[in-house]
């Protein structure tokens, strides 16, 4: 077998299936309508019909072990060993064991879940203590490979590095556990070899962010020991999302034969490359084309990049900057979009291609590659909006102080201490996506279609007035997606039709395409939400989704700074809020889910981001007065390092994902002093799990030794969409009741 890398590779590819075929398979198994067996014969075609995909188009270098049933952190948790005991005592089989970490069961709940660094992917955060009983199980890599090799394609296996499982982990010093967790890579490795691996993909992105030097240590020592096994594959370490720093020389300085650096994210590696002197016996693998957003890639500009790390390594192969599990699977089928926008895109099918070309010019010349895509139209670009961003003083963002505002709100509200609400969005049930589809399709006049979201809309609000919540949601029916449904609506933005992304487990999105300058057509919320106030004397929340989290889950357009496409966003959510508090709305909740998601790797890098960050809301939020009640929500990330920041947001009050962290936001709240109102969730709803009363009554009682009651609120982590009513019923009840309890006392 050839050990040579090959011209072109990518780092990983969609696994949800052309048409979201995994997701079906998957929730059939969750509903009982397949067994085992089928779900696995399923996965099988679909595992065969990717790789078959790559070869066709003829990828030099292709992988394996990217297909997951759900996330592949927690595969890696398997394939060492690392499922904590109190899943291994429920007695399930292999794969209800699997999935009971990813979604828990009654009796233990889930796996934390947060974001795999700046993405919009949920990973599942594995938990490591001294009593974790590392074991190699390489059986999921031996068989996909085995797949493959029957098919006449020979790949190369991915795992989460060791170095980069343990940083993402949770327990007492994770990290602590490096040396025993090398010990079963390296039986793994040993394993791979026997079968016939010639390569295995090692991913350590997590040192494209600052780390100590006792870490960078570390990481040679990982792979001076894995790189000194006398029977493995050869090895590439693969970083991505940002520059690797300090790492670069400690990795050069392993036996490792083939590593990979992310020339789209972070273009300053190739200053770092060519500082390190000369590369011998060394592949760069070079991440040329971008994995993270869908716009061409400008190949000629590439191509010159490729030429000059040819100049500074033994060989250099093409690969995407990291897996293109981050983007659309194939613009083909998106007919309907805009020729000239078609004509600027690329997914991860038209991306492979990309790649291949690129490849194919390192060996014969740039003068294989097509020409660059066509410049954007002007008329993608609106001076009304660019003319109001300049006409932009520093009053626009800004509003009371706090405590005026909370007295004024009070005063307004009349709300009792621990108010009870939730985050936004209520079930999505098959009537409500066939309402949507069918009205979409033109078989439902909008007078049909929104006499019956009204009816949910009705539904909802006294189903909240039944079970005793003090603030209430309309309940978003409306709603396909807290980003796409804006998209959809405002001016400079695409929609897509078959755009499905994965964003955890079997859930996923359709982000938007940002492509001209923003607009709002015309109000997007107002009307849903002033019929919904209009049916109860209890406040009701106006809900949008905020500038930055809009960019986040968009495929944002590249040809101008972030920071303005931001404020763009900003102003017409500016314009929405005016008119919900116009309406008589008092509450209005502007999302920002994705405000730490969107945080530079580097620290370097950082502030001037949060400084953007927290202009654009501040725009968008302070065109109000001081008796409307602002609240953001955020939720799956790492919070407390940026609680400075979401201070600065001068919301009124923040609702924050907190049950699967177990409140662990609750001792930065206390650190940082936060003055503010605050609701961190106890119930989490990425499971089918219904807490009990005791238990929201306990997070409760540790949440009020921190929080005043005047400024505690309970609420779920996040929306509801993904639930179904008698879960959502069951969970309220308890939750209403708890609050109750914890107020009485």
Not at 140 to 154: C, D, H, V, Y
Not at 240 to 262: H, I, K, R, S
């Amino acid at each position: 077998m050839s050990t040579a890398f090959g011209q072109s590779t990518v780092l990983g590819y969609p696994r949800i299936g052309p048409n979201r075929e995994l997701k079906r398979a998957v929730e059939a198994y969750w509903a009982g309508k397949i067994d085992a067996g089928a779900l696995e014969g399923f996965a099988a075609g679909l595992r065969a019909d990717l790789w078959r995909t790559l070869r066709d188009a003829r990828l030099g270098a292709i992988p394996s072990n990217m297909f997951s049933y759900y996330d592949h952190m927690l595969d890696t948790a398997v394939a060492v060993g690392a499922v904590p005991d109190r899943f291994r005592r429920l007695g399930l089989s292999d794969l209800d064991t699997y999935f009971a970490m990813a979604r828990g069961v009654d009796t233990e709940p889930a796996l934390e879940l947060t974001k795999w660094f700046a993405t919009n992917y949920h990973y599942l955060v594995p938990e490591i203590d001294p009593n974790t009983s590392f074991t190699a199980n390489p059986q999921k890599a031996l068989r996909e490979f085995a797949e493959a090799r029957a098919l006449g394609i020979t790949t190369r296996p991915v795992l989460v590095g060791p170095a980069t499982f343990l940083l993402l982990s949770k327990g007492a010093d994770p990290f602590a556990r490096l040396d025993d967790l090398v010990e079963v890579y390296a039986k793994i490795l040993a394993a791979l070899a026997e079968a016939g691996v010639a390569w295995v993909q090692l991913d350590e992105p997590a040192y494209c962010m600052n780390r100590t030097p006792a870490q960078i240590s570390a990481l040679r020592a990982v792979y001076d020991r894995l790189g000194a096994l006398e029977h493995r594959p050869r090895i590439f370490v693969a970083t991505y999302f940002g520059e690797v720093g300090n790492a670069l020389p400690a990795l050069l300085a392993t036996p490792v034969e083939a590593l990979g650096l992310d020339f789209v994210a972070a273009p300053g590696n190739l200053a770092r490359l060519a500082g390190a002197g000369p590369i011998p016996r060394r592949t760069i693998v070079a991440g040329l084309v971008d994995g993270h957003n869908v716009w061409r890639t400008d190949l000629r500009a590439a191509a010159s990049l490729g030429a000059t790390l040819n100049g500074l390594a033994d060989a250099v192969a093409v690969s995407t900057s990291c897996s293109l599990m981050h983007v659309p699977v194939d613009l083909d089928a998106e007919p309907d979009l805009d020729a000239r926008l078609r004509a600027r895109l690329a997914f991860a099918r038209q991306k492979v291609d990309e790649v291949v070309l690129l490849g194919r010019a390192l060996r014969d010349g740039i003068a294989v590659l097509p020409p660059p895509a066509p410049a954007a139209p002007a008329a993608w670009r609106d001076e009304s909006v660019r003319a109001r961003l300049d006409a932009l003083r520093p009053e626009h963002t800004r509003r009371g102080a706090y405590a005026e505002r909370a007295a004024a709100q009070q005063a307004r509200l009349h709300l009792p201490p621990l108010p009870t609400t939730t985050i936004g969005s209520f079930p999505q049930t098959a009537g409500l996506r066939e309402a949507r589809a069918e009205h979409r399709a033109g078989r439902l006049d909008t007078s049909a279609y929104e006499h019956r979201m009204r009816a949910e809309i009705a539904y909802v609000i006294d189903l909240q007035e039944r079970l005793g919540l003090d603030v209430l949601v309309h309940g978003e029916p409306e709603r396909n997606d807290m980003v796409q449904y804006f998209g959809e609506q405002l001016g400079g933005f695409a929609a897509t039709i078959n755009g499905w992304v994965q964003s955890y487990g079997s859930r996923c999105v359709r982000p938007p395409i940002i492509y001209g300058d923003v607009t709002r057509v015309a109000p997007m919320t107002v009307g849903w939400s002033a019929y919904a106030q209009s049916l109860t004397n209890r406040p009701v929340k106006g809900m949008l989704t905020g500038p930055v989290t809009i960019l986040a889950w968009s495929f944002v357009r590249n040809d101008q700074p972030l920071a303005e496409t931001a404020n763009q966003v900003a102003l017409a959510l500016r314009d929405e809020c005016h008119d919900l508090e116009a309406a008589g709305i008092r509450i209005i909740q502007v999302d920002e889910p994705a405000l730490r998601e969107t945080l530079p790797l580097r620290r370097a890098d950082q502030k001037a981001y949060l400084d953007w960050a927290v202009g654009a809301f501040r725009l968008a939020t302070s065109g109000v007065a001081d008796a409307t009640q602002i609240h953001t929500h955020l939720c799956y990330s790492e919070f407390g390092e940026v609680l400075p920041a979401i201070d600065a947001l001068d919301a009124d009050v923040t609702s924050i994902e907190a049950s699967r962290s177990k409140m662990e936001i609750l001792d930065d709240l206390r650190a940082a002093g936060y003055a503010r109102g605050i609701g961190p969730g106890v119930w989490d709803i990425h499971s089918p799990r219904v807490p009990g009363q005791d238990e929201v009554v306990d997070a409760l009682d540790r949440a009020v030794a921190v929080v005043p009651a005047d400024r505690l609120w309970v609420n779920p982590d996040c929306g509801l969409k993904t639930r179904d009513y008698p879960e959502v019923e069951a969970s309220l009840t308890h939750l209403v009741a708890a609050a109750a309890q914890v107020r009485a006392g």
